[in-house]
């Protein structure tokens, strides 16, 4: 079992000093902030006893002004340390180091923000949360998205998109003596292979790789090359709100949309022929975006969408008429 300690759910709106500002004995100094998950942590062990695996994910960075500078910064890494520390102390098995106050945060999932597909995401979420409709107009509006994608995307040069949180974890298992798992970009061997025997961390944990070639692991074991990795653009994050979970990157399928959608509905008849890239014919449509990251050039598909298509079709057929009105009405008002 994994209590989920990061990424700015319950957990993290206690810890992080970005966030916490209670003023009971669970705000304030570090101590207090951690004292929730300490009890949470304590409680669960009194019950299952120690021989039970139970283990924390938690942020080692909160960035918790890397979407909106305005904001405090959130823990520190030396805080976070501390945490840590406590974590061990109140009977951890394992640490799973992430970063980020929020989810999904600018640096986590590290990659690509595909504003098409939010633009839906927040139209699902539109009636729920404190800032989904704010949202919703700032991607619905594409004139508003170029705000939010530099807001988004001006912390990203400092990061590298594979092993993001490697330096971070590293700091945290040179403080304790249970096993930590890094998360954030693990799809390259060499990569997954030199921080496991550099001391950076124990494990590393997968997940959009996972998504994109479900077989990765024996692919690796077997020494094959990925033939078409991961391109972490982060749209089977987006998609799963209300899609079955999949890879949502048409890229990956020689940009052909049938040959993608019925790989992801290959979940629910996993018998049928998985798809193999080769020749399709292309159906992309969009504009591509760059977003220049520690160790990349990421570029990213801006993709209209059926409901996008259509609105921009009603506003040119609404321009047109208006235009067509007024030439109309200059004409007969020249003539009279
Ligand atoms: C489809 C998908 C859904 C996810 N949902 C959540 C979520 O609800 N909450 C969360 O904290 N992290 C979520 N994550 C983040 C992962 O737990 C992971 O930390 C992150 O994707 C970085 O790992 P990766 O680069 O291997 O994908 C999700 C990731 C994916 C791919
Ligand atoms: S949609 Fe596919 S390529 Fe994009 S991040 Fe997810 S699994 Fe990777």
């Known amino acids: 079992?994994?209590?989920?300690?990061?990424?700015?759910?319950?957990?993290?709106?206690?810890?992080?000093?970005?966030?916490?500002?209670?003023?009971?004995?669970?705000?304030?100094?570090?101590?207090?902030?951690?004292?929730?998950?300490?009890?949470?942590?304590?409680?669960?062990?009194?019950?299952?006893?120690?021989?039970?695996?139970?283990?924390?994910?938690?942020?080692?960075?909160?960035?918790?002004?890397?979407?909106?500078?305005?904001?405090?910064?959130?823990?520190?890494?030396?805080?976070?340390?501390?945490?840590?520390?406590?974590?061990?102390?109140?009977?951890?098995?394992?640490?799973?180091?992430?970063?980020?106050?929020?989810?999904?945060?600018?640096?986590?999932?590290?990659?690509?923000?595909?504003?098409?597909?939010?633009?839906?995401?927040?139209?699902?979420?539109?009636?729920?949360?404190?800032?989904?409709?704010?949202?919703?107009?700032?991607?619905?509006?594409?004139?508003?998205?170029?705000?939010?994608?530099?807001?988004?995307?001006?912390?990203?040069?400092?990061?590298?998109?594979?092993?993001?949180?490697?330096?971070?974890?590293?700091?945290?298992?040179?403080?304790?003596?249970?096993?930590?798992?890094?998360?954030?970009?693990?799809?390259?061997?060499?990569?997954i292979r030199k921080v496991l025997t550099n001391g950076s961390c124990d494990a590393v944990s997968i997940g959009r790789p996972l998504v994109a070639n479900n077989d990765l692991p024996r692919i690796i074991e077997e020494g094959r090359e990925i033939a078409q990795p991961c391109t972490f653009c982060n749209r089977c994050l987006v998609n799963a709100v209300y899609n079955p979970l999949g890879c949502y990157d048409v890229t990956r399928f020689d940009y052909d949309q049938t040959s993608m959608i019925n790989e992801v509905m290959r979940v629910f008849d996993p018998s049928r022929k998985p798809y193999i890239y080769g020749d399709s014919p292309r159906v992309l449509r969009g504009k591509t975006y760059s977003v220049k990251t520690l160790d990349t050039t990421f570029t990213d598909l801006v993709r209209e969408s059926p409901v996008d298509l259509a609105q921009l079709r009603f506003r040119k057929r609404l321009l047109i008429a208006a235009i067509v009105l007024i030439a109309a009405t200059v004409t007969v008002w020249l003539r009279r």
């Open 1 to 191: 079992m994994e209590l989920h300690a990061s990424h700015g759910y319950l957990f993290t709106q206690f810890l992080s000093s970005g966030i916490n500002d209670r003023e009971d004995e669970y705000g304030g100094p570090l101590e207090n902030r951690a004292r929730f998950l300490l009890e949470v942590i304590a409680a669960i062990r009194k019950t299952v006893g120690r021989d039970f695996h139970l283990g924390v994910k938690v942020n080692a960075i909160d960035f918790n002004d890397a979407l909106f500078p305005w904001k405090e910064p959130g823990n520190t890494l030396d805080e976070s340390i501390k945490v840590c520390k406590w974590i061990e102390e109140a009977g951890a098995d394992h640490l799973h180091v992430s970063i980020g106050s929020i989810f999904p945060h600018p640096l986590l999932p590290s990659g690509g923000f595909p504003a098409d597909e939010l633009n839906w995401w927040y139209g699902i979420m539109g009636s729920s949360g404190v800032g989904s409709y704010r949202n919703y107009a700032l991607f619905h509006f594409k004139v508003l998205r170029p705000i939010f994608l530099w807001l988004w995307n001006r912390t990203k040069k400092h990061h590298s998109i594979e092993g993001i949180v490697v330096p971070y974890a590293r700091a945290v298992k040179q403080a304790v003596g249970i096993p930590v798992i890094c998360t954030g970009g693990f799809q390259n061997p060499d990569l």
